[in-house]
């Protein structure tokens, strides 16, 4: 995280600002001096605190810290450009989460690689409280991934995107 910089300078020294009385006074300059080091790094975030939140600029251990805002599965040793599209696809991810679409998004996202789900649907409903329960069948979803992925990866997007009640099929190509 965010930390000192050696021999980072402040925009805006606090011993200059000092009455005239202690702008000669060693310790008094010492004293700020110190405060400044410690300051820097927060006036200089501040300066540019957009640019932290801009997924293209933000640095990449700010990155991490963004990613768990939006509760995105992040891959720490994935490249900085995956994780930043993995926290900008966060929130649909989430919106789709537990459907075909969001499986497929999730996958997309993370490993960047062709992505084809299908789903046996079996939604069933009655105009009735009467009517006839829903059929014993398991739902099922049949992923199929195209490309170069890491199928470890593959499968823990797989996992935390497909309920778990859902029997899941996954076929890799490459």
Known sequence: MRGGVPGLVSPHPIGRELPAVYLEDDFAQRFTAGL?????????????LDAYFDLDLTPSDFLDWLAGW???PVD????????????????????????????????????????????????????????EPPPDAVPEIRVRVTGAADEALVRRVLASAVPAHVRLTLEMEP
């Open 36 to 48: 400044d080091e410690v300051l820097a790094p927060v006036l200089l975030t501040l300066d540019c």
């Open 76 to 131: 720490a040793d994935a490249e900085p450009e995956v994780r930043r599209e993995v926290v900008r696809h966060a929130v649909e991810v989430h919106r789709w989460r537990g459907t075909a679409r969001g499986v497929e998004l999730a996958l997309r996202v993370a490993t960047g690689a062709g992505v084809e789900v299908t789903d046996s649907g079996g939604v069933t409903c009655s105009a009735t409280p009467t009517g």
């Open 70 to 72: 939006v509760a995105a």
